[in-house]
């Protein structure tokens, strides 16, 4: 069974007007969200065999903090500019290009494309991922490349303000 946790970066630092939207990293309520989902996943005992990742900062920044929580040699983080402001096409295409050896995948990228691409594949309504969200499916074919319309099924959806500790 493949299975796919679709997770939006954590919150970013829009106080330097000079930069791009491209290299803006994460704030401090990012820096603490980031590093508190992957001990939500870790606890879970929930470990990737792959993480894509859109190259903007805070999407590494985000990937990074994750990784180091659940385990995952973050220098192996792949990064995809195709990732980076992502409609539901170009990510399908970039899940369906995955070799099928790997069986749980985290998949870390940006709004509006990454809440489209969840209600997508999975028929189920998904008001708005925020940040630091994650949303979790298990593939109804056992194979990367039939990621599509309805082609998963909804297992959960958590983000850090539904948990009291946060």
């Not at 069974?1 to 803006?24: C, G, Q």
């Not at 494309?113 to 969840?118: P, Q, W």
Request: with cysteine; glycine share 4%; proline share 5%.
């Amino acid at each position: 069974m493949k299975t796919l946790y679709i997770i939006r970066h954590a919150k970013s630092d829009w106080s330097n007007p000079l930069l791009s939207d491209f290299d803006r990293p994460l704030n401090k309520r990012g820096e603490k969200s980031a590093p508190f989902m992957g001990n939500v996943l870790a606890k879970a005992h929930i470990h990737p065999d792959l993480i894509l990742s859109s190259p903007a900062v805070r999407a590494q920044m985000t990937a990074i903090e994750i990784a180091i929580k659940v385990g995952y040699d973050s220098d192996s983080i792949v990064y995809n500019e195709r990732l980076y402001a992502a409609d539901c096409t170009a990510i399908e295409r970039v899940l369906q290009s995955i070799s099928s050896n790997h069986k749980t995948v985290f998949l870390i990228g940006h709004n509006p494309g990454l809440t489209e691409f969840a209600q997508y594949i999975s028929g189920h309504s998904i008001e708005n991922i925020p940040t630091c969200g994650i949303v979790c499916m298990t593939l109804k074919e056992d194979d990367w490349n039939s990621i599509g319309k309805n082609s998963t099924q909804f297992i959960s959806f958590d983000y850090p303000k539904k948990h009291k500790e946060y």
